[in-house]
């Protein structure tokens, strides 16, 4: 599945709303450094998330990274009106020792559906109000930073079927990653496993851009990302 197929909109998706855009989002671009461990190594990835808005009035969100031993790369189109993402279309490829199968997700909000290009199999089941896909959850988190929010939860669609992730805001401090000392809004991640910690840090400025994220398992790290590079 080629990236121009994703960019081309899935008939049922084009609509007048859908190309309706009143949402608050800043084009951007942050380079980020990433730390993972597998097992008993660990190994660095350069990495990058870029947002932009196309010519249909459609957003796209890109993230990117590459290492010696790893890649991954995730794409989503989508709209946002009146504060809220609707995904469109999502890709997910990854080589390396990041061995995930591909995935081609087409969300038909219309019929309220999830379509994996890849399986050729539709999720009728799976549609939530306010679903976000793999890559946009943040991007919707930074929203509802925005918006003052300090609990928060998304129905996010991971892989074969749909998963609510609920957040917390821990506060707010003032952080140093590589690309500069920012006043940060602490977020963690709510989760049922008690072993596992996720914590965010979004730069309190215009779009809220994500500066670092922490995933803990059992006290140990699994990864680590921060930015060194924003540019808007």
Do not use: H
Not at 31 to 51: P, T
Not at 63 to 69: E, L, N, P, T
């Amino acid at each position: 599945m080629s990236l121009f197929r994703l960019l081309v909109p899935a008939l049922l998706f084009l609509s007048t709303a859908a190309m309706a855009d009143n949402c608050p989002l800043t084009p951007y671009t942050i380079d980020y450094q990433s730390r993972y461990k597998f097992g008993w190594f660990g190994f660095d990835i350069e990495a990058r998330r870029e947002l932009s808005q196309l010519e249909d009035g459609r957003w796209k969100l890109d993230f990117s990274a590459k290492a010696s031993m790893a890649n991954l790369q995730e794409l989503s189109v989508f709209t946002c009106t009146d504060s809220l993402i609707t995904p469109g279309d999502y890709l997910y490829r990854a080589g390396g020792v990041i061995d995930e199968d591909d995935r081609t997700l087409v969300f038909i909000p219309q019929n309220g559906v999830i379509r994996d290009q890849e399986k050729d199999k539709t999720y009728d089941d799976a549609w939530q109000d306010g679903i976000q896909d793999n890559l946009t959850y943040i991007q919707q988190a930074s929203i509802a930073l925005a918006q003052n929010k300090t609990e928060f939860s998304f129905p996010v669609f991971e892989k074969k079927k749909t998963k609510v992730f609920r957040f917390q805001v821990e506060g707010e401090e003032t952080i140093e990653v590589p690309a500069g000392k920012f006043q940060a809004i602490k977020v963690r991640q709510l989760r049922d496993d008690k072993d596992r910690e996720i914590y965010a840090w979004f730069a309190k400025q215009d779009g809220f851009p994500l500066i670092r994220l922490k995933d803990k398992d059992n006290g140990k790290e699994k990864y680590r990302i921060e930015a060194t590079r924003l540019s808007f």
